[in-house]
């Protein structure tokens, strides 16, 4: 079993950042892929970004290709989400999701763990 718990979340301007974290306990983190996902009123869970579980891949939605990052710090437990250049489209839950494969995945369903969600809002 893995917890997972978002912290980071909050209130910017449009043009702002924000760094989401995720920080993980329980067993093993290390080769475990990670990804977020976002949750918009009204809408589907959607793919964000995903990293492998050595950093040697990551992948990106297309909506935020160029203005967001994802790394981890395996020695931490951890897995962030700097996002720079934020849009009011932005405005979400985000989650945190561990997938027990080493490889990432870019769909929910595949991953096996996930948080309670940090909320993120971006006023225009």
């Known amino acids: 079993q893995v917890q997972l718990v978002e912290s980071g979340g909050g209130l910017v301007q449009a043009g702002g950042s924000l760094r989401l974290s995720c920080a993980a306990s329980?067993?093993?983190?290390?080769?475990?892929?990670m990804g977020w996902f976002r949750q918009a009123p009204g809408k589907e869970r959607e793919f964000v970004a995903a990293i492998s579980w050595d950093s040697s891949n990551t992948y990106y939605a297309d909506s935020v290709k160029g203005r967001f990052t994802i790394s981890r710090d395996n020695g931490k437990r951890t897995v962030y989400l700097q996002m720079n250049s934020l849009k009011p489209e932005d405005t979400a839950v985000y989650y945190c999701?561990?997938?027990?494969?080493?490889?990432?995945?870019?769909?929910?369903?595949?991953?096996?763990?996930w948080g309670q969600g940090t909320q993120v809002t971006v006023s225009s």
């Open positions: 329980g067993r093993a983190f290390f080769g475990y892929a």
């Open positions: 999701a561990a997938d027990r494969s080493p490889r990432p995945a870019v769909e929910a369903g595949p991953y096996d763990y």
